[in-house]
């Protein structure tokens, strides 16, 4: 059974920092994409960064320069662990918002509980 599981959410002030993790198991094909995605009260659910099994990145525009993507380099066998990690530097107020862990596994689509991040001004 494929699970995601996200912690490290929490209430920053303006300019602070925020590293949410994720680890993804129970896929028997691992993850061709890991990521994140975000939804504030009242809008819809939008890309945060996506990071793909060969390094390459994807950020909002909203978050260049400001958040970084990473997952674990090391080989690792099927049915394991996949960690990916959110580093969030430079917060501001409109980055308060619930982040969903996503992971791609051969096509199927999986998302985490969400973890609440708020960003008071």
């Known amino acids: 059974q494929v699970q995601l599981v996200e912690s490290g959410g929490g209430l920053v002030q303006a300019g602070g920092s925020l590293r949410l993790s994720c680890v993804a198991s129970?896929?028997?094909?691992?993850?061709?994409?890991l990521g994140w995605y975000r939804q504030a009260a009242g809008k819809q659910r939008e890309l945060v960064a996506t990071?793909?099994?060969?390094?390459?990145?994807?950020?909002?525009?909203?978050?260049k320069g400001r958040f970084t993507i990473s997952k674990s380099t090391s080989y690792l066998p099927k049915n394991t662990k996949y960690p990916v990690y959110l580093q969030m530097n430079s917060l501001k107020p409109e980055d308060t918002a619930v982040y969903y862990c996503?992971?791609?596994?051969?096509?199927?689509?999986?998302w985490g509980q969400g973890t609440q991040v708020t960003v008071s001004s």
């Open positions: 990071i793909t099994t060969g390094g390459s990145t994807t950020f909002a525009d909203s978050v």
């Open positions: 996503y992971g791609d596994s051969r096509g199927s689509d999986y």
């Open positions: 129970g896929s028997t094909f691992g993850f061709n994409v």
